[in-house]
C-alpha cells in the first residue's frame, strides 16, 4: 500500500460510491413508477417491499454515505465526483424521508412535493 491513508483501492471507492449511489436512485425511481402507475394510494399499499421497508433500507445507506464522507475516513479524502455522488444520494434518500413522513400523516400536498423533489432529481 503506497499511502497508509488510503485503506482501499481508489477504483474499488468509485465502484462502491457507484453501487451505492445506483442504489438510492433506484429505489427511488421504483417509488415513482409507482406513484405514476398508481398514485398516493398505490404508493401507501405497497408491498414487497413497502414504502417503510423502503425508508429503511435508505436509511442504513444513509449512515454509509454520513461515514464515507467524514473528513479523513478509513478511505481517505474521497475525490469531488464521489463526493459530489454522495450528496445527491444523501439528498435522495432524505426527499424519501420526507414522502414517507407525508404518506404517514396523510398529507398529500406534501407528498406530491417529496414526488416532485425526487423526480427533479431522479437520473433518466
Same mark, same amino acid.
Given at each position: ?13 468509485? #465502484?462502491?460510491?457507484? +453501487?451505492?449511489?445506483? $442504489? %438510492?436512485?433506484?429505489?427511488?425511481? *421504483? ?23 423502503? #425508508?429503511?433500507?435508505? +436509511?442504513?445507506?444513509? $449512515? %454509509?454515505?454520513?461515514?464515507?464522507? *467524514? ?54
Amino acid at each position: 500500500m503506497s499511502n497508509s491513508t488510503n485503506f482501499f483501492d481508489r477504483d474499488d471507492v468509485k #465502484v462502491k460510491v457507484e +453501487q451505492l449511489w445506483a $442504489a %438510492v436512485f433506484e429505489s427511488s425511481g *421504483k417509488v415513482l413508477e409507482q406513484h405514476t402507475k398508481f398514485g398516493f394510494d398505490g404508493v401507501a399499499m405497497a408491498k414487497d417491499p413497502s414504502l417503510a421497508d423502503r #425508508v429503511t433500507n435508505l +436509511q442504513i445507506l444513509g $449512515a %454509509v454515505i454520513d461515514v464515507l464522507l *467524514k473528513p479523513n475516513s478509513t478511505l481517505g479524502d474521497l475525490e469531488y465526483e464521489q463526493q459530489r455522488q454522495l450528496l445527491n444520494a444523501r439528498a435522495q434518500i432524505t426527499t424519501m424521508e420526507q414522502l414517507a413522513a407525508a404518506m404517514q400523516a396523510k398529507n398529500e400536498a406534501d407528498y406530491q412535493r417529496a414526488v416532485e423533489a425526487l423526480d427533479r432529481q431522479a437520473v433518466m
